[in-house]
Structure formats: C-alpha cells, structure tokens
C-alpha cells in the first residue's frame, strides 16, 4: 500500500491529528499532500469530533513551504492555478467548522507558514521558526501569504518579513500573535488538546459560527493579486535563477 501523504489519528477526546507525512522533505507540500488536504476539509467531521491538531512529521519541520522541486520548469499559466488551487484549499481549513490548530516545531516557511496561518490557532516550541522566503526563489508566497501576513501581525512588519525573507522565531511570533502560545516541547501536544477540550464543551453552532465570522479571509482581489503575481514571477529569469539556486544548493546571482 502507498504511504499516505497525511497519517490520520483520533485520540480518546475525539481530536483529529493530522500528520504530514513527508519528513524527508521536511513536510513539503507536494501535490499529493495539498490534494489529501482538499479531500479532507471539503468533507465536516462526524459530530463526535472536537477539533483538529495538524502537525508535520518529525521534530525538524512542520512544513518548509510549497514543494519547490515540482514548480521548478511552471510557466505563467501553471504557477497561476497552483496558486490559485492552495488558496482555495487553505480558505476550506480557514472556514472549517471546527476549530483547528497548528501544532507547530521547526521550521514553518512558505507555503507551510501560509498553512498554519489558515488554522484557527497556532501552538508551538521554542523551535518553532516562520518566514516567507520565497522572495529568496524569485518569486512570491502564492497560498495566501502577502494577504494573511498581513491580516495576522499587521502590514508594517509583514512587508519587512516579506521583502527580506527573515526568519521569525518563536519569541518573535508569540510576541507578534502569530503564535497562540509557546510552551515547553513535551507541553505542546497536550496544550492543544486541552484548548480543543474546552472548546469542546461549547456549543457546536455557536463554535462553528464563530469561526465563521471571525475567520473572515483575504479578499478576493487580494488573493487574484497575489496568484496573478506568483504566475508572472515564473515568466522571469528570476525564478529560474532562484529556484535552481536552492536545488543546486547555492547562493541565487540576481540582477
Ligand atoms: N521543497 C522541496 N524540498 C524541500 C523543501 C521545499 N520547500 N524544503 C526542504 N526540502 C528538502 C531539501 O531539498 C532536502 O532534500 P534532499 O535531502 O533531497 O537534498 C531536504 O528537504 C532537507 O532540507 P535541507 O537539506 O535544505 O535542510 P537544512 O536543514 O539545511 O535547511 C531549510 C532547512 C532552511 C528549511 C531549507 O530546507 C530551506 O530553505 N527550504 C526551502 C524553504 C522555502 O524556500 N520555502 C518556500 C517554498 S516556495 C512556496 O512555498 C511558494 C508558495 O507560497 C506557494
């Protein structure tokens, strides 16, 4: 049988855990990991079920952005619709009726980062690293990023991040909200488990409708910017030169 791209878990409260499953790649969202995630969030839960923890496998990562080795030779058209298929797919995670948390260790870059950023709440360890580097490939976040950025710590220091790339550190994303809390690593399992217990004893429709009102996402224009940009970075040199760059794990030259 075909390892699945996303191991799937319930545990004795009624959590769902979902693991991405790629740990040598540090949890790239590939085509096969984006599309069980679609499956998964076009589909509600059975009642039972409380919440949902997503995490990556391993300790390294919980995903180090958008697979990079399968954009590598996308022109306008296709980088367009990758994009425009992760916005779409995020905004599902972002609407979902119950609540979902991050579980977030390592590095959390790129799509990964815009990942996280579609979950309701976002827990993690002093390991937990964020950023949207793909400035760095030449090209732009396509998941959501300039637009959630934005929303989630505000756009002064989102532009900062997002013109140079710089990683966030776990200090920094408590203080600037994007982590919910960062505790000790033996902790973070469990701190998510009890938020969604709690969360649990609520009403289901005053749950579900508060995510509902609060989760309002990006804007359409803004998400139409933002994949109409991400195709035309990969009619430039510059993507190619960058892109490259990190496969052939070498500084990029740009212009
Ligand atoms: N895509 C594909 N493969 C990736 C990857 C990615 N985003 N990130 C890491 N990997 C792979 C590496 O190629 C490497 O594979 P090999 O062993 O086969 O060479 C493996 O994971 C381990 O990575 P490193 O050897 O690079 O590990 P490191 O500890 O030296 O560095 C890192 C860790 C800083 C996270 C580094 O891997 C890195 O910079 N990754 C890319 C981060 C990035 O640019 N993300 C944005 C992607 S573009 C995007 O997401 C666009 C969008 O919004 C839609």
């Known amino acids: 049988m075909e390892t699945p791209y996303i191991l799937k878990e ?3 409260e009624n959590i769902l855990v979902l693991t991405i499953n790629r740990p040598k790649a540090l949890n790239a969202i590939n085509k096969g990991v984006m599309d069980a995630l679609g499956e ?5 839960q059975p009642e039972h079920i409380v919440g949902v923890i997503l995490q990556g496998s391993g300790t390294k990562a919980f995903a180090a952005g958008a697979d990079i080795k399968e954009f590598a030779d996308y022109e306008y058209d296709q980088a367009k619709a990758l994009s425009q298929k992760g916005q779409r797919i995020y905004d599902k995670i972002e609407q979902y009726h119950v609540p979902v948390i991050a579980l977030v260790r390592g590095f959390a870059l790129g799509g990964g980062c815009e990942l996280a950023m579609a979950c309701h709440m976002r827990i993690g360890d002093e390991t ?5 580097p793909e400035v760095k490939l030449g090209v732009l976040p396509g998941y959501g990023g300039t637009q ?3 929303q989630l710590i505000g756009k002064a220091k989102a532009i900062e991040y997002l013109l140079t790339g710089n990683m966030i550190t776990a200090a920094d994303a408590h203080q600037l909200g ?3 809390h960062v505790v000790e690593p033996e902790a973070v399992f469990n701190t998510c488990v009890s938020l969604l217990k709690k969360i649990g004893r609520m009403g289901p429709l005053a749950v579900e ?3 509902k009102a609060t989760m309002l996402g990006p804007s359409q224009e803004g998400y139409d910017q933002e994949a109409h940009f ?4 990969f009619q430039s040199d510059e993507s190619t030169e960058g892109i490259s760059a990190f496969l052939e794990k070498r500084k990029p030259k740009f212009r």
Not at 40 to 44: C, D, G, T
Not at 128 to 132: D, E, I
Not at 230 to 233: C, H, I, L, M, Q
């Open 230 to 233: 991400f195709g035309e970075t």
């Open 178 to 180: 994007l982590l919910n």
């Open 128 to 132: 937990a690293t964020f950023g949207q």
């Open 148 to 150: 959630r950025l934005t």
């Open 209 to 211: 409708t508060t995510i």
């Open 10 to 12: 319930i545990t004795e």
């Open 40 to 44: 998964i969030f076009s589909k509600r």
